[in-house]
């Protein structure tokens, strides 16, 4: 659920003019300018080069990180023999790089899964052939020796042996739906671990490791879907259909998990002793390059301890190296940011209060801090091992922005990204040169390729006709701001005001957030806003409306004592402090205090009814969408994660429930919902529904057929929703 903004902002479009109300909104859902930006970047393995698709799909081009020419061409689908695609969804090499690995015919499943039919695309003879010709797959990978290539299909494990004229074989043969799940994750793990992959070569390519999903006890979900597929062929065409998956609700039953390791050579599956915490969690495997240790991770169901388990592949004895324990929860960043490295580790951690890299011994031995201060890192690069520099990226400096950084053993730091923003890197193989993509709340990206000590080497991108474009027309102003609370807690957040803003005037305002744990709006980027660079937000600017997004208690960039204050007690802070910003809002001489509305999808859809529910009634009018309306209907890990189980916590999730606190909505209400929504289920809306006609509150509702949770299905749909979205507000704060 944290990442749907993620999603609503992938779609950058900039609209032709901003004069008053002359631009319609159906201008910003299809308008056509697009930030240009490089797609799929690799770095090629000898430190020279990366490779990337070509802005159709059409090709796979090889520059030059030193001066970023294009210097080949390393796929091509109108010359590659057997290969009648019209285009790639994706790419991976084999580790010599002569093969390459094509996805095509992506097919979605949930967030993070898919199906695809993968071609094995040889570089020297220019001839591609199908991996499978069996049907889909998913999750394909290349074995170290580059000879192997495993895959699940149909929750079964398969191999296919590149030295022996690309012979199937399967590995598994217990999967079946809603049962057995081998080598991909389950629902909730696959959401709320962000992960689509649970298997893993050894370093000799001699032996897999898998997690096996056990979902037989876990709860079953039916989702009726309503539009005809033409794939029916009975008496009942049409008539609606249910899609059924196993979804575990707060404090239920989740997948039993195990651990298993199949050796190649003589085709023995073993079971690996891992300590897995009662009813707990394993959110990675990895093998590290020791072929002999399997790295197993596991949570327990608190989320509050990490054990990473040294596990034999092949004797399945298994040995904690590393503890890391937090009096809360501990953030994805442990398990998914964990690298390793020949013969060290780099964890992060939040045990100083804000997140930093710490460098361990592959036995799990402390060495040292890599990064300290009050800050939060945000990502690690990469390691020069003989230099001894790290490669990271931190908002050191601002919340708001993040920067590219080296630092040496001593402590030495070097910025390495002079602009202010936000700033994104790919590495070259050992570091030497990157390609950054940098971009502001005022400026599109600019790409350029790097040095390591960061001297702009060429300028890839720069977005000069965009920006051109953009010059020639009125926009709205975009900017940031900060205010103290009641409770001195201060805050931060941006507006979008009119092009021909007259501070003499009062305007209606419409506060759009996400507020959920760790999530963060308010950032120095192009990528704000719905519709990337605030373009919904633009397009009601014109329309004469001040749009203001506030970062509230609890969520990212600021720390734990701020990001985690929210613990057993999520929708007291959130909607206190969206309050709170209305409030101060309504001091501002330029603002309409008695025409403030609130909205927000997902987290920011429940964020709004909790605002809108609280004792002092501040906004006339909201608009949720897709909002969970009580945390006992969400899923385990989530849920739990911040709130544990109901049974617990039971005055927390009372208190949280939008469903228990519906006698004190007030305001306008406008409630969205996709009726295959996987995630936050049709039920919160249905039940919420239920409650505020039982306590004689009006409302207005929409329902999109078959869309999930991004509510994209149908070709006018997503401009349906946020015309639905504009006009609510053009009626009710006007």
């Given at each position: 659920?944290?990442?749907?903004?993620?999603?609503?902002?992938?779609?950058?479009?900039?609209?032709?003019?901003?004069?008053?109300?002359?631009?319609?909104?159906?201008?910003?859902?299809?308008?056509?300018?697009?930030?240009?930006?490089?797609?799929?970047?690799?770095?090629?393995?000898?430190?020279?080069?990366?490779?990337?698709?070509?802005?159709?799909?059409?090709?796979?081009?090889?520059?030059?990180?030193?001066?970023?020419?294009?210097?080949?061409?390393?796929?091509?689908?109108?010359?590659?023999?057997?290969?009648?695609?019209?285009?790639?969804?994706?790419?991976?090499?084999?580790?010599?790089?002569?093969?390459?690995?094509?996805?095509?015919?992506?097919?979605?499943?949930?967030?993070?899964?898919?199906?695809?039919?993968?071609?094995?695309?040889?570089?020297?003879?220019?001839?591609?052939?199908?991996?499978?010709?069996?049907?889909?797959?998913?999750?394909?990978?290349?074995?170290?020796?580059?000879?192997?290539?495993?895959?699940?299909?149909?929750?079964?494990?398969?191999?296919?042996?590149?030295?022996?004229?690309?012979?199937?074989?399967?590995?598994?043969?217990?999967?079946?739906?809603?049962?057995?799940?081998?080598?991909?994750?389950?629902?909730?793990?696959?959401?709320?671990?962000?992960?689509?992959?649970?298997?893993?070569?050894?370093?000799?390519?001699?032996?897999?490791?898998?997690?096996?999903?056990?979902?037989?006890?876990?709860?079953?979900?039916?989702?009726?879907?309503?539009?005809?597929?033409?794939?029916?062929?009975?008496?009942?065409?049409?008539?609606?259909?249910?899609?059924?998956?196993?979804?575990?609700?707060?404090?239920?039953?989740?997948?039993?998990?195990?651990?298993?390791?199949?050796?190649?050579?003589?085709?023995?599956?073993?079971?690996?002793?891992?300590?897995?915490?009662?009813?707990?969690?394993?959110?990675?495997?990895?093998?590290?390059?020791?072929?002999?240790?399997?790295?197993?991770?596991?949570?327990?169901?608190?989320?509050?301890?990490?054990?990473?388990?040294?596990?034999?592949?092949?004797?399945?004895?298994?040995?904690?190296?590393?503890?890391?324990?937090?009096?809360?929860?501990?953030?994805?960043?442990?398990?998914?940011?964990?690298?390793?490295?020949?013969?060290?580790?780099?964890?992060?951690?939040?045990?100083?209060?804000?997140?930093?890299?710490?460098?361990?011994?592959?036995?799990?031995?402390?060495?040292?801090?890599?990064?300290?201060?009050?800050?939060?890192?945000?990502?690690?690069?990469?390691?020069?091992?003989?230099?001894?520099?790290?490669?990271?990226?931190?908002?050191?400096?601002?919340?708001?922005?993040?920067?590219?950084?080296?630092?040496?053993?001593?402590?030495?730091?070097?910025?390495?990204?002079?602009?202010?923003?936000?700033?994104?890197?790919?590495?070259?193989?050992?570091?030497?040169?990157?390609?950054?993509?940098?971009?502001?709340?005022?400026?599109?990206?600019?790409?350029?390729?790097?040095?390591?000590?960061?001297?702009?080497?060429?300028?890839?991108?720069d977005n000069k006709n965009l920006k051109e474009r953009l010059a020639k027309f009125d926009m709205p102003t975009k900017e940031f701001f900060t205010f103290?609370?009641?409770?001195?807690?201060?805050?931060?957040?941006?507006?979008?005001?009119?092009?021909?803003?007259?501070?003499?005037?009062?305007?209606?305002?419409?506060?759009?957030?996400?507020?959920?744990?760790?999530?963060?709006?308010?950032?120095?980027?192009?990528?704000?806003?719905?519709?990337?660079?605030?373009?919904?937000?633009?397009?009601?600017?014109?329309?004469?409306?001040?749009?203001?997004?506030?970062?509230?208690?609890?969520?990212?960039?600021?720390?734990?004592?701020?990001?985690?204050?929210?613990?057993?007690?999520?929708?007291?802070?959130?909607?206190?402090d969206q309050v709170e910003a209305a409030k101060y809002l309504g001091t501002l001489p330029y603002v309409d205090k008695n025409n403030i509305g609130i909205?927000?999808?997902?987290?920011?859809?429940?964020?709004?009814?909790?605002?809108?529910?609280?004792?002092?009634?501040?906004?006339?009018?909201?608009?949720a969408v897709a909002a969970p309306t009580d945390w006992r209907f969400y899923d385990t890990v989530y849920t739990e994660r911040y709130m544990r189980t109901?049974?617990?916590?039971?005055?927390?999730?009372?208190?949280?429930?939008?469903?228990?606190?519906?006698?004190?909505?007030?305001?306008?209400?406008?409630?969205?919902?996709?009726?295959?929504?996987?995630?936050?289920?049709?039920?919160?809306?249905?039940?919420?529904?239920?409650?505020?006609?039982?306590?004689?509150?009006?409302?207005?509702?929409?329902?999109?057929?078959?869309?999930?949770?991004?509510?994209?299905?149908?070709?006018?749909?997503?401009?349906?929703?946020?015309?639905?979205?504009?006009?609510?507000?053009?009626?009710?704060?006007?």
């Amino acid at each position: 659920m944290k990442q749907l903004f993620s999603l609503l902002t992938a779609f950058v479009i900039t609209v032709t003019a901003f004069a008053g109300n002359d631009v319609t909104l159906r201008d910003v859902m299809h308008g056509g300018y697009w930030p240009q930006t490089y797609a799929a970047i690799k770095p090629m393995a000898d430190g020279e080069h990366f490779a990337r698709m070509s802005d159709d799909r059409t090709m796979i081009l090889k520059g030059s990180f030193k001066n970023g020419e294009i210097v080949d061409t390393l796929f091509n689908v109108a010359t590659a023999r057997g290969f009648d695609k019209k285009y790639i969804d994706g790419y991976q090499f084999s580790p010599d790089e002569e093969k390459i690995l094509l996805q095509t015919n992506t097919k979605g499943i949930y967030r993070h899964s898919y199906t695809a039919e993968h071609y094995i695309f040889s570089r020297r003879n220019n001839k591609a052939e199908p991996l499978s010709e069996n049907g889909a797959q998913q999750v394909p990978k290349f074995s170290p020796d580059g000879n192997l290539i495993a895959f699940v299909r149909d929750n079964n494990i398969f191999l296919v042996k590149l030295m022996f004229n690309n012979s199937e074989s399967q590995i598994t043969t217990d999967g079946e739906f809603r049962k057995i799940i081998n080598g991909i994750p389950d629902w909730v793990n696959e959401e709320e671990f962000t992960s689509n992959c649970s298997f893993d070569f050894s370093a000799d390519s001699k032996c897999i490791a898998y997690i096996k999903y056990d979902e037989s006890e876990v709860m079953m979900y039916d989702m009726p879907m309503y539009i005809p597929t033409g794939k029916q062929n009975n008496q009942y065409d049409g008539f609606c259909n249910p899609y059924s998956f196993k979804y575990p609700v707060a404090g239920a039953n989740n997948s039993k998990l195990s651990v298993h390791s199949f050796e190649i050579k003589s085709r023995v599956t073993r079971d690996l002793n891992v300590e897995i915490p009662k009813e707990g969690y394993i959110p990675r495997i990895k093998f590290t390059k020791d072929p002999n240790t399997l790295a197993v991770l596991t949570l327990n169901r608190h989320q509050n301890v990490l054990e990473i388990q040294a596990v034999n592949p092949y004797s399945g004895i298994s040995k904690v190296i590393l503890r890391e324990e937090s009096d809360t929860y501990l953030n994805e960043q442990v398990y998914a940011g964990i690298e390793f490295f020949d013969k060290h580790f780099v964890l992060h951690s939040e045990r100083s209060g804000y997140n930093h890299l710490y460098l361990y011994t592959i036995n799990g031995n402390f060495v040292r801090p890599i990064t300290s201060g009050e800050f939060e890192v945000k990502r690690l690069y990469g390691w020069d091992s003989k230099k001894d520099e790290f490669y990271y990226s931190s908002n050191e400096g601002s919340p708001l922005r993040e920067n590219i950084y080296k630092i040496n053993a001593k402590g030495k730091k070097i910025r390495l990204t002079p602009n202010d923003g936000t700033n994104s890197a790919v590495f070259s193989t050992g570091m030497k040169y990157f390609i950054n993509t940098y971009s502001s709340i005022n400026t599109p990206h600019t790409v350029t390729t790097n040095d390591n000590n960061g001297k702009v080497i060429k300028t890839l991108i720069d977005n000069k006709n965009l920006k051109e474009r953009l010059a020639k027309f009125d926009m709205p102003t975009k900017e940031f701001f900060t205010f103290k609370t009641s409770d001195g807690v201060e805050l931060n957040g941006w507006m979008v005001k009119p092009a021909d803003f007259d501070a003499n005037k009062k305007y209606p305002v419409v506060m759009f957030q996400y507020s959920g744990p760790y999530s963060q709006q308010v950032h120095d980027s192009w990528y704000i806003g719905n519709y990337g660079n605030a373009m919904f937000e633009s397009y009601m600017a014109g329309e004469g409306f001040i749009m203001v997004c506030v970062d509230g208690r609890g969520t990212g960039g600021r720390g734990t004592e701020f990001g985690k204050c929210t613990y057993l007690n999520i929708g007291k802070y959130e909607p206190a402090d969206q309050v709170e910003a209305a409030k101060y809002l309504g001091t501002l001489p330029y603002v309409d205090k008695n025409n403030i509305g609130i909205w927000g999808w997902s987290f920011g859809g429940y964020n709004t009814l909790m605002s809108m529910s609280q004792d002092e009634a501040v906004f006339k009018a909201g608009v949720a969408v897709a909002a969970p309306t009580d945390w006992r209907f969400y899923d385990t890990v989530y849920t739990e994660r911040y709130m544990r189980t109901p049974k617990e916590n039971k005055s927390g999730y009372d208190a949280g429930s939008a469903i228990v606190n519906v006698n004190k909505l007030s305001g306008n209400l406008l409630l969205i919902h996709g009726t295959a929504d996987d995630n936050v289920h049709l039920r919160n809306m249905v039940r919420y529904i239920h409650a505020l006609t039982q306590a004689n509150k009006k409302f207005e509702m929409a329902l999109y057929a078959d869309s999930n949770h991004s509510i994209y299905y149908g070709n006018n749909t997503r401009f349906h929703l946020f015309e639905k979205i504009a006009e609510f507000f053009k009626a009710n704060l006007k």
